[in-house]
């Protein structure tokens, strides 16, 4: 949600804040939403937009381009109304995109590049503040459904904090397809855990043995062909 509603990606110490929001709500994100929509960050970078100018914003955010004038007028009408918050719609939003379509292409790149972007700050111990969440906003404006600006990220994300890129150059070729956030509910009681519900990253990827899927919340790792 930092993509679509603030466009650049999340610090280290809001994640995990938000993160344990999202535990603690059993995984609906929807429960929280308008908590996360509500900030002086918010209130700093948008208050001289008007409605139109707001729903435009979150579409540019998420997927590079302009709002249908049909969508446009149908959110506007709910966010003057009351009927809806800005974070509830940019929810509906980005829950709307079909993985198989260019907005669901578009966004799934800009998750993974801003996930990369947050990744480098927690592994390097790196400020981001200022000038570095302008350049953030640039860096995912900049990524589209083409893997080439995906690509190009790693670099641009080395420029930003000025560190150098080392080449690694991987065992097993992989193509990054996707990836989605996935809220599961299970019986976990015969495992003795009390929550039910948990919600994680879902990253799908082709090795040379097929498809692979991962996720960077627990041990789960499956191959098929």
């Known amino acids: 949600m930092y993509v679509a509603y603030y466009g650049r990606p999340a610090d280290p110490a809001g994640l995990n804040y938000w993160a344990a929001r999202l535990d603690q709500s059993n995984g609906h994100l929807e429960e929280i ?129 000025d560190f150098e890129l080392v080449a690694v150059e991987p065992e097993v070729a992989v193509d990054f397809l996707g990836l989605w956030q996935v809220t599961e509910t299970r019986d976990l009681s015969d495992c003795g855990l009390d929550d039910t519900s948990r919600s994680y990253e879902l990253s799908i990827i082709r090795g040379e043995n097929g498809l692979m899927l991962s996720t960077d919340n627990s041990e789960f790792v499956a191959e098929f062909d």
């Open 33 to 161: 939403i308008d908590e996360f929509g509500n900030s002086g960050e918010y209130h700093l970078r948008f208050w001289q937009l008007d409605t139109e100018g707001l729903i435009q914003n979150l579409y540019q955010q998420l997927f590079g381009r302009d709002v249908e004038e049909a969508g446009l007028t149908a959110y506007s009408e709910m966010l003057n109304s009351g009927q809806r918050t800005l974070s509830s719609i940019a929810l509906d939003i980005a829950n709307g995109a079909s993985n198989d379509s260019v907005d669901g292409a578009v966004l799934s790149n800009r998750v993974y590049v801003a996930h990369q972007f947050s990744q480098s700050i927690v592994d390097r111990d790196l400020d981001y503040e200022g000038t570095d969440i302008d350049a953030a906003r640039a860096l995912l404006a900049g990524v589209s459904e083409d893997v080439a600006t995906v690509e190009a990220s790693a670099a641009d994300i080395a420029a930003i904090f």
